[in-house]
């Protein structure tokens, strides 16, 4: 596409967790996830403030975009769904074009990776409806629902083989909505036969909520491995069933947070129940789909695949030997993935290219009014400097025992904070897991928090033989280091890991290596800088917000540190 002026493709994912992404020459401009900007956690529907933001952040108007490229999903732009409510902000002209559920995961995944071929593997609660799918053509496709069927089957699971010339789809499976049987507690509001749906239904039963997949997979750990023995999934001719027998067994569903803490044994074993046959389910699909397309490459996505700890069974016990997992694998990623088709798939057949780097929302810190804001609403009776180092400065501080907030760049996109919206802490005192959860969080107790590693180092600490940038692999620590760094080790002995870089983060390398020069360690924890049920924070006044009002010792935003007086 021979042009000197640049283009612009935006991506718009209309589901829970929407977003937002813009892409320029191909590559990423800037990225967002409504909830940041909304602060209502896992926020979808209308896409204006996304938009608005986007393109406020390249400083461009809606005549420089080429292309729009949307997702659809639960059959919303036929029947009205409510993600899609609300005046829209796309004006007429600006050319619009529709892509499926599946095939936006599979694009966010493929074309961030770095693999020049790869099969693909989307698995989720609830994509699009068989009706709705623009991604049918030559794929396999064991059960094709006819008539007024088409439209209440909906994606589960769905595998494509990648390359430089597109994605192309091997096999699809679809199934009927779940919400139609619904005699048990733990049924699934999403697809009948899906590994996301019933996920989704034992989180709600054991927690209460749909949305806390990630706290149910660490609780998981504290169950009894006996507890209870039920098949949840079969797969049967290359397609995976839920066996709904089992769900008899679990009428009793959790009311209080006091009711959980008095039958924590219990709904713990739930978890660990339902925790093994995902991971099970999960190796025995991969392997069935290997046999479709074999590949050494595998990129993985869908909200399932934030599931680390299926994801390192996945990579160890299928014929796999590499994989790829995107920073943002659940809804958040329909955004990019859209945008990469729009490039690729739509206007120019040309690769999309990305360096890897999850930090893909705008910088504030040239930012003055804003950090300025930040120190005024920070707190009274601070300590406030201007380090002339500030990495050392903070390394001294985490070396102390102090918590640290840490804003910088441009955020995160996808759930995990990766070092530019994090909370810090020294991973050799076990009491500030207790302290963190407790003071600053204000979070269950179980839950476990992630170390940050020097990627050189990381084969010291952890059973880790490749990188995990995105805190997406799940692995053992070897057993002379846990009492060692009991900050960020889980009940089973085991830490989601993320290796950092120098030459994909040169600043937080920089902050491991100066904490490793006082400790002996090159690790630190690094949490998101949020509390129980926010989003992570956006802007440096959010930021000194969250500082003030929890048991944070120590904030870095701009060239500033400021502390509480002790």
């Known amino acids: 596409m021979a042009s000197s002026k640049s283009v612009y493709v935006l991506g718009l994912g209309l589901s829970h967790n929407g977003a937002a992404c813009l892409l320029k020459d191909g590559r990423v401009a800037v990225a967002i996830e409504k909830e940041r900007l909304t602060k209502v956690k896992n926020d979808g529907g209308n896409d204006a403030l996304a938009i608005a933001y986007c393109l406020n952040a390249a400083g461009i108007g809606w005549d420089e975009i080429a292309l729009v490229v949307q997702n659809a999903n639960f059959g919303s732009f036929a029947y009205g769904n409510h993600w899609y409510r609300g005046a829209r902000t796309i004006p007429e002209g600006v050319p619009v074009e529709t892509i499926s559920h599946h095939l936006a995961h599979a694009c966010s995944a493929f074309y961030l990776s770095p693999f020049d071929t790869a099969a693909v593997l989307t698995v989720d609660g609830c994509g699009n409806a068989f009706e709705d799918c623009m991604d049918l053509d030559g794929a396999i496709l064991p059960e094709r629902p006819e008539g007024e069927m088409a439209a209440l089957w909906f994606e589960k699971d769905s595998y494509y083989a990648a390359s430089g010339t597109g994605i192309q789809s091997v096999f699809k499976d679809f199934s009927p909505l779940g919400r139609f049987q619904c005699d048990y507690p733990m049924h699934p509001d999403t697809t009948r036969h899906s590994i996301g749906g019933v996920y989704a239904g034992a989180s709600r039963y054991v927690l209460g909520s749909t949305s806390d997949l990630g706290k149910l997979m660490g609780l998981a750990p504290y169950g009894q491995p006996g507890g209870f023995r039920h098949r949840i999934f079969d797969i049967r001719d290359g397609r995976l069933f839920v066996d709904y027998g089992w769900m008899q067994d679990f009428r009793a569903r959790m009311h209080s947070a006091a009711d959980f803490k008095a039958r924590f044994q219990y709904f713990a074993d739930v978890a660990h129940m339902v925790q093994g046959e995902v991971e099970r389910a999960l190796v025995e699909l991969a392997r069935a789909r290997h046999a479709l397309h074999p590949s050494p490459n595998l990129c993985f996505a869908g909200g399932v695949a934030l599931n680390a700890v299926a994801n390192t069974r996945i990579l160890q016990e299928t014929p796999f030997e590499q994989m790829f997992v995107p920073p943002a694998a659940d809804d958040?990623?329909?955004?990019?993935?859209?945008?990469?088709?729009?490039?690729?798939?739509?206007?120019?057949?040309?690769?999309?290219?990305?360096?890897?780097?999850?930090?893909?929302?705008?910088?504030?810190?040239?930012?003055?009014?804003?950090?300025?804001?930040?120190?005024?609403?920070?707190?009274?009776?601070?300590?406030?400097?201007?380090?002339?180092?500030?990495?050392?400065?903070?390394?001294?501080?985490?070396?102390?025992?102090?918590?640290?907030?840490?804003?910088?760049?441009?955020?995160?996109?996808?759930?995990?904070?990766?070092?530019?919206?994090?909370?810090?802490?020294?991973?050799?005192?076990?009491?500030?897991?207790?302290?963190i959860n407790a003071q600053v969080k204000f979070r269950e107790d179980f839950r476990p928090f992630a170390p940050a590693v020097l990627a050189e180092d990381a084969a010291t600490y952890f059973e880790l033989d490749r990188d995990s940038p995105y805190m997406l692999f799940v692995v053992p620590v070897r057993e002379a280091w846990r009492s060692r760094i009991g900050a960020v080790v889980h009940v089973d002995g085991t830490a989601r890991v993320q290796t950092v870089r120098r030459e994909t983060d040169e600043t937080f390398h920089a902050l491991l290596t100066a904490f490793k020069a006082r400790s002996g360690i090159g690790m630190l924890l690094n949490t998101s800088l949020n509390r129980r049920g926010q989003p992570i924070v956006e802007t440096p006044v959010e930021a000194a917000e969250l500082f003030r009002d929890t048991g944070l010792h120590a904030l870095v935003v701009g060239p500033y540190l400021v502390r509480k007086q002790p």
Request: hydrophobic fraction near 40%; proline fraction near 6%.
């Open 332 to 435: 958040s990623g329909l955004a990019l993935g859209c945008a990469y088709h729009g490039w690729h798939g739509i206007l120019t057949g040309e690769p999309a290219r990305h360096d890897g780097s999850p930090f893909l929302g705008r910088s504030y810190d040239g930012d003055t009014m804003q950090i300025e804001r930040a120190l005024q609403v920070a707190g009274d009776d601070l300590i406030i400097t201007r380090p002339a180092d500030p990495i050392e400065a903070m390394a001294e501080l985490l070396a102390e025992g102090r918590t640290v907030a840490w804003h910088r760049g441009g955020a995160e996109f996808g759930p995990r904070a990766l070092g530019h919206r994090s909370i810090l802490a020294d991973p050799r005192r076990a009491e500030l897991r207790d302290y």
